[in-house]
Nanobody, 124 residues
Framework: QVQLVESGGGLVQAGGSLRLSCAFSGRTFSSYTMGWFRQAPGKEREFVAAITWTGGRTYYADSVKGRFTISRDNAKNTVALQMNSLKPEDTAVYYC?????????????????WGQGTQVTVSS
């Protein structure tokens, strides 16, 4: 059984940075496409970023492109989301998700495993 544990959330002022990390265990990490999603109060969970199992391709929502960077370390079984130039509208619970050999990276229904989420709050 795959387990995903996020860390790194917190409170930051607009324009600041945070780095989220997700620790993966239970299966072969290098076979999983990894994604980050977020959910703000009263809104649906939305795609933020994803990285393929080889790390060769990355994908971003238009709203975070140029500000967020997803990366993975297959030796350490971790995936990270570096978030810069944060805005109040980035406030949400951020979730890490895994999809083995995943190709449809934007679709949250494709992901089989999810972490418990970490809160990110950006003050104006």
């Amino acid at each position: 059984q795959v387990q995903l544990v996020e860390s790194g959330g917190g409170l930051v002022q607009a324009g600041g940075s945070l780095r989220l990390s997700c620790a993966f265990s239970g299966r072969t990490f290098s076979s999983y496409t990894m994604g980050w999603f977020r959910q703000a109060p009263g809104k649906e969970r939305e795609f933020v970023a994803a990285i393929t199992w080889t790390g060769g391709r990355t994908y971003y929502a238009d709203s975070v492109k140029g500000r967020f960077t997803i990366s993975r370390d297959n030796a350490k079984n971790t995936v990270a989301l570096q978030m810069n130039s944060l805005k109040p509208e980035d406030t949400a619970v951020y979730y890490c998700a895994g999809d083995q050999w995943g190709l449809r990276v934007v679709n949250r229904d494709e992901y089989d495993y999810w972490g418990q989420g970490t809160q990110v709050t950006v003050s104006s």
